[in-house]
């Protein structure tokens, strides 16, 4: 008996909650949601029809809507038979949105398991969501009443107060008539382009009447032909779909406004000329799929662009020199716990300038803080015998998935006078061992990235030799040195580090100090040639590695203000000849 009491009781519970369940939607829901179950053995003519509908329905996750406007018939008594007759081969709920003149339907999978009460409150949350993204339909009498209020106060014309009330509330009704769009569609154009004047130049370009501006086009369109040679990239035309035609990249046109200049002046005396707004909707879109485009005539095969420095080059080993790099990020996932991981490259030269003339220490420079009433100022010309190269290393956190961020870990940058530290293979080899040893016990495998440069080239003899000598001094287990493809050194992921080290050279004015063979120093125009007096003078080659120390210490100072996430970037000294020896002894 308490058993069987137990039961009801809790069938009871189960149909309260039920019951509370439903009362949360209005009496309308049961209408604009369908559960749809799963249909099997479907007959070829109804599989045939909804077929787009269920690969959709399948390839979009759990509670994913999709559009099924997108898939309806464009006959009406057809597409109210689509949505009647509509079958799923797994459960579904079928949501109508019939706020508008058009009933908008949305389709998503759901789970077997659920009962229909948690279906109905899912879907509800899932509607709200997409609310924001639902067109919004206001009545004609609230648009007329804002029209006539607020046409009488500021004397603006209906057209434009129009365009107001539907920018401001997102209103998507149509127009009360045919004149009335194609009035509301310019004003839009109007508003879009800032320019009244468009009124007027649309006017007088209408069907049936003579071209205004076709000698201004016919001018136009051989400036643009006289200026292909000076294309703003080498790529210097899109290939127009479907047409034979193409799009110039103009780059002698510095602006609209300057283009307008330009042809007009080609122009005979008396010749119609356009505004410049007139002139920019003939181009041809920036992108042609973008809902801006519609405002573009396209008469005019041209468009501007931003010169961008980011023009990669192809290389027909680049896909395969890829690979290798994520087998070899792989491979570091696996035994990340016994291993260091190591991302080489040299940053761009630093010129050092003369003594008493400073000059900056990056070219490209930004704005700094200064001090009130101070001066920030450098050479006007970058004419120097010396220079510093940064050698930067990244150890690499490695982390536990190949989706993860593999530009985090810990940076050491090392700054080396290049007549009498040049970068070498033996010179980094050396470096990265002090590196590693300052990180602690030495790890079994030790894997390498670095770009194709002549320091880390792996065909060479010498970068071979070095990872040998490398291998043997820490006893290691295994080595793996990878290097990107050639022209493809953006892939490294040192690289990313070298823009956050300019923000620390940014303001900032190195110069060296005097030596005692200053006037022998000043006859050399070249690293060769200092080298050259260096052997004549033995005393030179300590003078010019002390005359830039001030300004390697200046320079680690400020890098090791710097911070990669919580590692704070660290500075070492270059490596000597002594470790250099040291290490190639292994050989």
């Excluded at 000076?230 to 210097?236: G, M």
């Excluded at 696996?334 to 220490?361: M, Q, Y």
């Excluded at 003078?543 to 919580?566: A, Y």
Aim: hydrophobic share 40%; proline share 4%.
């Amino acid at each position: 008996m308490m058993v069987l009491s137990v039961s009801k009781f809790s069938l009871f519970m189960y149909q309260v909650k039920e019951s509370y369940a439903r009362l949360n939607f209005m009496a309308t829901d049961k209408d604009h949601y369908r559960v749809l179950g799963p249909t099997r053995n479907l007959k070829d003519t109804v599989e045939n029809l909804y077929t787009a509908v269920h690969k959709s329905l399948v390839m979009a996750q759990e509670d994913e809507p999709i559009f099924l406007n997108d898939f309806l018939p464009e006959d009406r008594r057809r597409r109210y038979d689509f949505i009647s007759g509509i079958v799923t081969p797994c459960k579904a709920i079928l949501f109508t949105h019939t706020g508008g003149a058009h009933h908008l339907h949305f389709l998503w999978r759901v789970s077997d398991l659920k009962t229909e009460s948690d279906l109905l409150s899912e879907a509800h949350n899932i509607v709200k969501g997409m609310e924001t993204a639902l067109p919004v339909y206001h009545s004609r009498a609230m648009r007329r009443d804002f029209v006539q209020s607020f046409g009488r106060a500021t004397g603006c014309k209906s057209a434009f107060l129009r365009g107001a009330y539907y920018r401001l509330t997102g209103d998507s009704s149509a127009a009360s008539t045919t004149k009335e769009a194609e009035v509301d569609q310019r004003v839009s154009r109007i508003l879009d382009d800032e320019d009244p004047d468009l009124i007027w130049d649309l006017r007088t370009n209408n069907d049936g009447r003579p071209e205004q501006y076709k000698d201004f086009l016919q001018h136009c369109q051989q400036y643009i032909n006289a200026a292909v040679e000076t294309a703003v990239d080498d790529r210097r035309h899109d290939v127009v779909v479907g047409s034979d035609d193409v799009v110039t990249h103009l780059a002698t046109a510095l602006s609209v406004r300057d283009l307008h200049e330009q042809v007009s002046r080609r122009c005979p005396e008396g010749a119609a000329i356009p505004s410049v707004q007139w002139l920019r909707i003939q181009f041809w879109p920036r992108r042609p799929t973008a809902k801006s485009a519609s405002r573009y005539t396209g008469r005019l095969r041209i468009k501007f662009m931003v010169q961008a420095r980011q023009l990669r080059a192809n290389h027909i080993d680049a896909h395969y020199a890829f690979a290798l790099f994520r087998y070899e990020k792989e491979f570091g996932i696996k035994f990340r716990d016994h291993l260091n991981f190591a991302s080489l490259d040299d940053k761009h030269t630093i010129k050092v300038g003369e003594p008493h003339c400073p000059v900056a220490a990056v070219e490209r420079g930004k704005q700094v803080l200064v001090a009130k009433g101070k001066k920030l100022a450098v050479s006007d010309h970058d004419f120097t015998r010396l220079s510093l190269s940064p050698s930067v290393a990244l150890i690499i956190d490695v982390p536990e998935s190949i989706e993860e961020s593999f530009h985090r870990g810990k940076v050491f940058v090392l700054f080396k006078e290049n007549a009498f530290h040049p970068s070498s293979p033996r010179r980094h080899t050396a470096e990265l061992k002090e590196i590693l040893q300052g990180l602690g016990p030495v790890k079994p495998i030790l894997l390498l990235y670095t770009d194709g440069g002549p320091d880390h080239r792996l065909t060479y003899l010498s970068v071979q030799l070095s990872l040998i000598s490398l291998w043997l001094n820490f006893d290691l287990d295994f080595l793996c040195a990878v290097r990107t493809p050639p022209q493809h050194s953006w892939k490294n992921p040192v690289e990313r580090i070298m823009s956050i080290i300019n923000l620390a050279l940014q303001g900032v004015g190195v110069m060296r100090e005097e030596v005692p063979h200053e006037k022998e120093l000043k006859r050399c125009n070249s690293l060769k040639s200092i080298r050259d007096m260096a052997e004549k003078i033995p005393e030179l080659r300590e003078e010019v590695i002390h005359s830039v120390e001030p300004t390697v210490e200046l320079l680690s100072t400020l890098i090791q203000r710097l911070k990669l996430k919580e590692h704070s970037f660290q500075s070492h000294d270059a490596a000597s000849e002594v470790n250099i020896d040291l290490l190639w002894k292994e050989v």
